[in-house]
Every structure is written in C-alpha cells, then in structure tokens.
C-alpha cells in the first residue's frame, strides 16, 4: 500500500526580499478547517515565546490582516520588516488575545548539525507544502527534495529524492539502504520527486535496482525477493482531512 502524506505544518520564516531582512517569529503552524492556523509548537527563546504564545493558539489575524491558512500566514510575517511590533490575535480556551510580537531575524545554520536539523532549518528558510510518500512492501518513506538539499547531498539539480527512513528488517534494509541516502533512479529510470519514485517502484518487478547516492557517491542497492503485494486504495491526507484515492 502506498500512503501519500500532504504534510501542512511548517516553521514560518521568510526568504528575505531585495534589500530587507525577512521577519521570524517562531512558530510551527498547520492549516485547520476554520478561520486562521493552529499554532503546532514554539520555538524557546523566539519573538513568539517572549510574546507569549503558546502551542495549541489558533492566530486568527496577524498585523490586523485575517489569517487564512499557512501560505498566506507565512507571506505575512516574511514580508514584516524585522524588529517591527505587530499585533498578533489569537483564539485560546474558547477565548481571544491580543499579543504584541516583534519580529525577529531567522536564525543562522550552523556547521556540524546532524541531517535531520540541516533539514528542518532549510524548511524554515524555503516555507512549502512537501509530499512524503511510504512504499510498505518496501520499506522505504521518502520525501522531496529542496534545492539546498541537493546542493548538500551532491545531486543534480531536479534529480532525486531523500529516504527519510527504513523499515527494520525490511527487504530495503538488508540491501543496504539507509536513511540520508538519496535515491536518483529507480531501476535506471531517473526521478526527481516522490511521485516519480511511487509510480517506478509501482511498475518495478520482484527485484528491483535503486541508483543512490551516499556521501556524494553514486553507487547501486539491489533489493532482492519481495513479492508484490496487492495494491489497494492509498489514503491521501490534506489539511487534516483524510479522503481515499482508489
């Protein structure tokens, strides 16, 4: 089975615009079915903390501007000159509050993290809407690829995608695949997204070949002896609500 996962929570920064330094705050909002966005965490120390925000805030207007869904939320506070106060209005325990928040610069990447912050630091950067798709018979979950991304790991640009994790035992891990590995082609057929690899390991037989890179490497991975299973109907989550796709 196939699950395709639309994942809408992301830590909202900017990317700076010409000539200005784009607004932080610190927070890591999902969109939700009624007016504004769901405050998911805080980051310690940020403009959001020290304006007392707090995780499970519905902010429902941001700079007296109704909040309409993280896209939009996140083009509020990037276009925010840093170190402006704004007023920023939330709804909690049945309730709303008014807080003053002064943005703030987002913070620096610093040298020797470990991939998973070096990713989740990126995704503050470049705020979007990623797919991660699970292949169970396999195994395997990945997910796109940014271009800082690529750039980090050593692939082409529009090339590959990113094993975000392996199952235990699975028949991809005893061949040898490891999470941080990114995945260039699916038996010598190139893809770029998780929607390419979904469709070759779909198409793929018994055994299958993957193209990966590993420490700037090229090298292969044959995964040997999964019977394929039957391919029943994928359940696609977006914005919270759960549909299938037959």
């Keep these: 089975m196939f699950n395709v996962r639309f994942f809408m929570i992301l830590f909202v ?95 620096k990447t610093p040298v020797g993290i470990d991939l998973s912050d070096l990713r989740d630091r990126i995704m503050r950067q470049m705020p979007d809407i990623r ?38 035992d699975s028949a991809a891990a005893k061949a040898g695949l490891k999470a941080g590995d990114v995945i260039t082609a699916v038996d010598a057929k190139r893809i770029s997204t998780p929607q390419d690899f979904s469709h070759e390991m779909r198409s793929a037989g018994s055994t299958v070949t993957l193209t990966i890179v590993r420490d700037k490497q090229e090298r292969e991975i044959q995964i040997e002896g999964v019977a394929r299973r039957p391919t029943g109907p994928r359940r696609e989550r977006i914005n919270s609500s759960e549909v299938n796709v037959l």
Excluded: H
Excluded at 25 to 38: E, F, K, T, W, Y
Excluded at 161 to 167: G, I
């Design 13 to 107: 920064v900017a990317t700076p615009s010409f000539g200005q330094d784009a607004g932080w705050i610190g927070v890591r909002v999902a969109d939700q079915p009624d007016r504004g966005v769901l405050i998911r965490a805080v980051e310690p120390n940020s403009a959001a903390a020290k304006a007392g925000l707090k995780s499970e805030d519905v902010i429902v207007t941001f700079d007296k501007q109704d909040v309409i869904g993280v896209v939009q939320f996140a083009r509020l506070v990037r276009e925010t000159p840093v170190g402006r106060a704004v007023e920023v209005k939330v709804q909690r325990d049945n309730r709303e509050e008014t807080f003053q928040v002064t943005t703030e610069r987002a913070p």
């Design 131 to 168: 797919p991660s798709i699970s292949v169970s018979q396999y195994g395997i979950r990945v997910d796109s690829l940014t271009p800082q991304l690529r750039e980090f790991f050593g692939v082409g640009a529009n090339e590959g995608v990113l094993v975000a994790s392996v199952e235990t």
